[in-house]
């Protein structure tokens, strides 16, 4: 094929608009991400679409090695600094988790450490294109097969502390979090949500009153691009907002309103 035209010399293009990768509008990992970062915890991450939690405004993951990892550098920093076992959390993917997190997770346990892991049980490898894994109850062929229960597997592996919480109710999640840090013996959380993009029934977009908004931004900082501000006042494209009310318990002046408009 042919190259593209260059412009001639002294022909000014477009600029283009920096448009940095972020997760999609009601993606589950955004409140996880949003939450960590709020506590300003030491993240250890992992490899999946919820890598891009750490990317600014979220900024909510410190480390990302390799697959699997995130276990293991979480515990690595327990034993370089104990006291970091109450403000460290490694995070991981459920098919991440499947693929290379449970040797881990054993070594925690197996090790004394009292680290703290959220598993993000979206129920499928969003990154790849969403392919099975062991907990979804289908081979890669579309084949019927055992689903692999996360909690009976994280016990099984000497997990005592489990708990399933929502990872877009960001109170308990808050909660939860802090909770599973402060127990000496090690915890998994998994925030168990669909990936947005296979929820099939979607709610209304958030509607905003513009007498309430005050302009300050904080919902900006979710990072969802469904929101923008303008003339100083915060805007949600109704198209692309899934109604996942995540921004709605940020604002703080209840400016962001659930089931306001009906989304395309
Ligand atoms: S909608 Fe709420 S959080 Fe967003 S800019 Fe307005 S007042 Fe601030
Ligand atoms: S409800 Fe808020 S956070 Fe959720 S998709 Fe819509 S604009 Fe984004």
Known sequence: ?????????????????????????????????????????????DIGCYTLGGLPPLEGMDTCVCMG????????CELADPSLAERTVGVIGDSTFFHSGLTGLLNMVYNNGRGTVIILDNRTTAMT??????????????????AINLEALVRALGVRRVQVVDPLDVARLTAVIKEELAAPEPSVIIARRPCALLQKERRPAVAVDAEL????????????????????????????????????????????????????
Do not use: W
């Open 1 to 45: 094929s042919r190259p593209a035209p260059s412009p001639s010399a002294g022909e000014e293009m477009p600029a283009i608009p920096g448009r940095p990768p972020v997760l999609c509008p009601g993606c589950p990992h955004r409140g996880i991400f949003y939450v960590l970062h709020k506590l300003k915890l030491l993240v250890t991450g």
């Open 69 to 76: 990892a995130s276990i293991g550098m979480a515990h690595g």
């Open 213 to 264: 908004c005050t302009g300050c931004r904080a919902c900006l900082k979710l990072s969802c691009p469904a929101i923008s501000v303008r003339e100083q006042k915060a805007a949600v494209d109704a198209i692309t907002c899934t109604g996942c009310g995540l921004c709605v318990q940020v604002c703080k002046f209840g400016a962001l309103q659930e089931g306001g408009r009906q989304n395309g």
């Open 129 to 146: 294109g969403h392919q099975d894994h062991p907990g979804t109850g289908k081979t890669l062929m579309g084949r019927d097969a055992p």
